[in-house]
């Protein structure tokens, strides 16, 4: 016998808690973090998401098949471009280069153009953001090191200042390698504020990083586009 204003179990299907949120798109996303392997990147999501941001996880890992290994092109953890500072700070960030898109797709042009050499130049700009690029020439015409051409950084430097703005660092690409920062790499440069800036190529993949060293040990900087 049924109670009495009781009609049984019954199920009012799924609940409409409003609009979901897929997160940052393609034209409004940015990096923000950078892993080895996709767990370190959705403990970081999860953090973000406790402090009310959306994040979104991206592995080229064949569709889950291939689960890690990721340090020739690494997974990455990106965010809408609103919520970067925010999110740069809930997750500990160190300092970041600002390098616009437009400027990352002249490197990784040249560098396809110089290929299967080295691609190299100079960056310009003013606190962390770069503002200009030269592409400059090798003048070792080599595939594992590079020397920019002395007049041609001279002219660079000149430009730049007629622009008010101040030579940040050098780039150079790895035609067949990684955006790790090599020992040659370490040992070329000055130190300090000097920022050198890696083209990588491998597997088919052009990821940009930036580095700075202080008496020998190395300092990765994040690499942002807005």
Known sequence: MERPGYNGPHDDGPQDDGPQDDGPQDDDAIVVGEYLYRGDAEVARAVLAGEGIVAVVRADDEGGLNPGFFSEYRVTLLVRRRDGAAARQALAVGEALVIPSQIQRAMVDHSQ???PLEACGLIAGAGNVVGLVFCL??????????????????????????????????????????????????????????VTVVVGN?????????YRTHDGEVEELAVVEE
Request: proline fraction near 6%.
């Open 113 to 115: 153009w110089a290929h």
């Open 202 to 210: 491998a597997a088919g993949r052009v990821p940009i990083r930036a």
């Open 137 to 194: 020439t090798n003048r070792l015409a080599s595939r594992t090191r590079y020397t920019i051409d002395p007049r041609e950084h001279f002219g660079a430097l000149r430009y730049a200042e007629r622009q008010g703005l101040a030579i940040l660092g050098a780039w150079h690409s790895h035609p067949n390698g990684s955006a790790s920062l090599s020992a040659f790499d370490r040992d070329l440069s000055p130190g300090g504020s000097w």
